[in-house]
């Protein structure tokens, strides 16, 4: 057996912020070894184990596992080792053949390979009879079992297991550790946390951490020899007494006793050598009770009791680390058994009387103690303060400021074909409406066509070349006013105000003709009397302003990023939450592998919902597709990269699925509010106008009402395109950098 450490831990330091989880800890541990990694909760075993696997990088200090650096080597350690963590992390909606078939694949078994592990990992956890169980469903030490079949499953070298036994029974805890041991015997290295001494008992060698230090490390046997154990001049007895928790107090509180502990139906006591059994025997029981004594070796629990009540008071004391200090409860004992016989045992805690209450004030119990619990919940959430007092401001900005059910400025495009004056003066009229802006003026019939088609305009004033020349004539001149009903509400505003300004134009020249004579100022074509100008509008797209037309292409936007983004961000969060997550980081599927692995299931499922939501708007609501259909569903899948990669990100922000809710609804706001969806975003505020290309949403809403409504080809639709691809790079760059195939 080689003599280079299999695990090698040097000075190795983690910290969390201000809190100190591993503070400078440093030992090995050989080939085929069983190293039982010892301390209470929250001493920073785990954080070992998962600096070791290489999730969790070190602060300072360092660590080589099969000889490779924590850091630099971490996914070639991964592919060399097994992990089970804390709790049970696989899949409880796979069976047990599914998720061994999942790990087996994720270390790339072929098949041949991975049927004979699968094999053989049954035969030795003892799951062949349960293979098509569901694994949730089994109990905890079965559960234990399949995640040791899993973590066995592409044969480790080193197997880390984090409190394997904690929460199975004591028969199920038996099984396991004769797994484990024949697994060392194979010459698997195993390091174990655990907080059972009887567990310890069974490990070749043991290290004790205590608030981030390791205390000790070294054999069994060798800890129990330690003077700091038993101490020089002293000796451990065990007493054999009846009704032995009556008689602790006064063991405690006799002197040259240090310490006196209940171990079973026993008492086990460490007392100084001048004090002999008959002593303790007279001072512990009356004259006639039966007692029997007998001198012991110390316990694994004695050794990390006196190393951790050494420990703490070293830290109580501020003394440096190598300074030894031997800890003993007798001064503690005797105050206790000093007190006078009345003030000894349970004591009554002063209380309210509660019958002399009213019952309404006894209704009102704990009040105070829930109050103060729920703003201790609110106050350190970060994220439901935010959600709390963030989004009203928000919703109150985009309600106040944004949003404007008065329709004013409408892009307009003017094809003036006649050029002179009383042309001009006629759009001039146009744009003096304020309902109109002429944003454009065309030169031809397809720069005209292809601004409506576009989306560019929603209105279009056509003024024919003989304008001019009838009005001369006293002739009845007509003006085409082409508008985009795709929007109901914009389009009835324009179609309004043209039919006004129809109205207006031609009284102003009635009133010069009716003040000189009495004769119409224009005829029509079959000579009768008739305002000069007769405004013609052209609802296109949408003759029947029908809002749905409007709406139903918007929702199919609206819903795909709303599914894609929830389901992809749960998912991320939930696996977390679950602790499967974590697992997988442990294993060496690669950042791509487990980012697509993860994503393309919710494309494909993203792409099948803009199918059905299509269908139904077609057929159910009676909405044509215009143009190429697969041009719609190309620029669809755009859009869903988009909305996967901001479901990614809020995975990476948020670390439970109330935060993921409160996140995503976030992003889902403006994207309703102010994309165009709901309310026309030419009448926004400049600044808001501007935040809103920054939501792809706006860009999807157009191509699809391009596409689907004006039947919009890809030149058209150039400008959207670019937009939704400037934000599907933004996002999936910024949610690409925060995934990391670690913890944090």
């Known amino acids: 057996m080689s003599s280079q450490p299999v695990i090698d831990l040097r000075h190795l330091t983690r910290h969390f912020g201000p809190l100190v989880a591993v503070d400078d800890v440093s030992f090995q541990v050989q080939r085929g070894a069983i190293f039982g990694l010892l301390g209470p909760n929250g001493s920073g075993k785990s954080t070992i184990i998962r600096m070791l696997c290489g999730v969790l990088a070190p602060t300072s200090g360092g660590a080589t596992v099969l000889g490779h650096d924590v850091v630099d080597g971490a996914e070639a350690i991964k592919r060399r080792i097994g992990y089970m963590s804390q709790k049970f992390s696989l899949y409880a909606d796979l069976s047990v053949r599914e998720n061994l078939e999942f790990y087996g694949r994720v270390y790339q078994l072929n098949r041949t390979r991975l049927r004979d592990r699968i094999e053989a990992v049954l035969s030795l956890t003892g799951l062949g009879d349960r293979i098509d169980q569901l694994s949730g469903t089994l109990s905890g030490g079965w559960k234990q079992r399949l995640a040791l079949a899993c973590a066995l499953i592409h044969e480790p070298e080193v197997i880390f297991l984090d409190e394997p036994t904690a929460g199975i029974d004591p028969v199920a805890r038996r099984d396991l550790w004769d797994l484990l041991f024949d697994l060392s015997a194979q010459g698997i290295t195993l390091l174990v946390t655990t907080h059972y001494m009887d567990e310890a008992e069974r490990c070749t060698d043991i290290g004790y951490i205590y608030l981030a230090k390791l205390i000790v490390c070294g054999k069994p046997d060798g800890l129990k020899t330690l003077s700091a154990v038993t101490p020089p001049g002293t000796r451990r007895w065990e007493l054999e007494v009846p009704r032995p928790a009556e008689h602790l107090a006064t063991l405690r509180a006799t002197t040259g006793v240090r310490d006196a502990t209940l171990f079973g139906q026993t008492i ?32 694994l629990e004695d050794v990390f009791v006196t190393l951790t009540r050494d420990a703490e008071e070293r830290r109580v004391l501020n003394l440096p680390a190598e300074t030894t200090i031997l800890a003993t409860s007798k001064d503690v004992g005797a105050t206790a058994g000093d007190a006078p016989a009345e003030m000894r045992g349970a004591q009554t805690p002063p209380s309210i009387n509660a019958t002399s209450s009213p019952p309404w004030l006894r209704s009102l119990a704990g009040l105070w103690a829930i109050l103060v619990k729920e703003f201790s919940h609110i106050q350190r959430q970060p994220s439901t303060l935010f959600f709390m007092f963030v989004i009203p401001v928000l919703q109150t900005i985009i309600f106040g400021f944004a949003i404007d059910t008065q329709i004013e400025n409408i892009p307009t495009v003017v094809l003036d074909q006649d050029g002179r004056p009383q042309a001009q003066q006629l759009v001039e009229a146009f744009r003096n409406t304020r309902t109109f802006r002429i944003d ?35 002739e009845q001149v007509q003006v085409q006013v082409l508008i985009d009903g795709s929007d109901s509400q914009v389009a009835s505003q324009a ?60 929702l199919v936007g609206i819903i795909l990023q709303l599914v894609t983004l929830f389901l992809t961000a749960f998912a991320i969060v939930r696996e977390r939450e679950l602790g499967t997550l974590e697992q997988l980081f442990v294993t060496p599927v690669g950042r ?31 909405v044509p597709i215009a143009g190429s259909i697969p041009m719609l569903i190309g620029l669809s899948t755009l859009f869903l990269c988009c909305s996967l990669g901001l479901g990614l990100l809020v995975s990476t922000l948020a670390r439970t699925q109330l935060e993921a809710m409160q996140f995503a609804f976030i992003i889902m706001l403006p994207s309703i509010l102010l994309s165009g969806f709901m ?64 913890l944090t």
């Open 268 to 299: 086990h006591a460490l007392v100084d050598d001048a004090v002999d059994a008959r002593q303790l025997t007279t001072t512990v029981v009356g004259p006639g009770e039966p007692i029997a004594t007998r001198e012991i070796a110390p316990s």
């Open 440 to 474: 454009d003026y065309a030169l031809d019939d397809a720069t005209f066509q292809r601004a409506m088609s576009s989306g560019r305009a929603r209105v279009g004033v056509k003024i024919p070349p003989y304008y001019s020349d009838r009005l001369y004539r006293g």
């Open 495 to 554: 179609l309004n105000a043209a039919n006004l300004l129809s109205i207006a134009a031609s009284t102003s020249i009635v009133r010069g003709f009716a003040d000189r004579m009495q004769t119409a100022p224009a005829r029509d074509d079959l000579g009768h009397a008739a305002r000069p100008i007769e405004i013609r509008p052209l609802l296109l797209y949408n003759p029947g302003l029908e809002s749905s037309h409007f709406f139903v292409p918007g």
């Open 592 to 622: 791509a592998g487990m980012l697509f692995g993860k994503l393309i299931p919710y494309a494909i499922v993203g792409l099948l919902e803009t199918l059905l939501v299509l269908t139904v708007m077609v057929y159910l609501f009676g």
């Open 679 to 742: 309310f026309p975003r030419s009448e926004m505020p400049l600044p808001i106008y501007l935040v809103s290309f920054g939501l792809p949403a706006t860009y999807f809403l157009e191509i699809l009402r391009g596409i689907v409504l004006r039947g919009a080809d890809f030149r058209d639709l150039i400008p959207q395109v670019q937009g939704l691809a400037i934000c599907m790079l933004i996002i999936l760059t910024v949610s690409i950098s925060r995934f990391r195939k670690q």
